[in-house]
C-alpha cells in the first residue's frame, strides 16, 4: 500500500507559477513510477508528466517547456513546477505511483487559472 498526499494547489493568474508536492507513506525509491494527472470539468484524465526511478522523464506536449516534475528521495516526495500557467491548466491535479503493478492515487488538488 503507497498512501499519496498532495498540496500547493490554488488560485493563480494567467502566467504565474505554482509548484505542486506529493508525499508518498514509503520511499519513492521502489516506486517504479511517479506521475502527475490532471482532470478538467467534462474530460478525461490525462497525464501530465511522470519520472521513472532512475529519473527519466516524460511530458504531455501541452505542459512541454512550462512544467517540471522531480523527486526527492529522501523526503518521499515528488514535485511538479508549473510556470507560465494558461487558464486551460486549470484542472484537479492528482499524484500517482505505479508500485509493483498496482497503481496508487492522491486525493487531488485543485489548480485554478485566472484573472
Known amino acids: 500500500q503507497v498512501q499519496l498526499v498532495e498540496s500547493g494547489g490554488g488560485l493563480v493568474q494567467p502566467g504565474g507559477s505554482l509548484r505542486l508536492s506529493c508525499v508518498a507513506s514509503k520511499s519513492i525509491f521502489s516506486i517504479n513510477i511517479m506521475a502527475w494527472y490532471r482532470q478538467a470539468p467534462g474530460k478525461q484524465r490525462e497525464l501530465v508528466a511522470s519520472?521513472?526511478?532512475?529519473?527519466?522523464?516524460n511530458y504531455a506536449d501541452s505542459v512541454k517547456g512550462r512544467f517540471a516534475i522531480s523527486r526527492d528521495n529522501a523526503k518521499s516526495t515528488v514535485y511538479l513546477q508549473m510556470n507560465s500557467l494558461k487558464p486551460e491548466d486549470t484542472a484537479v491535479y492528482y499524484c500517482n505511483a505505479l508500485y509493483l503493478l498496482t497503481m496508487y492515487w492522491g486525493q487531488g488538488t485543485q489548480v485554478t487559472v485566472s484573472s
Open positions: 519520472i521513472s526511478s532512475r529519473g527519466t522523464t
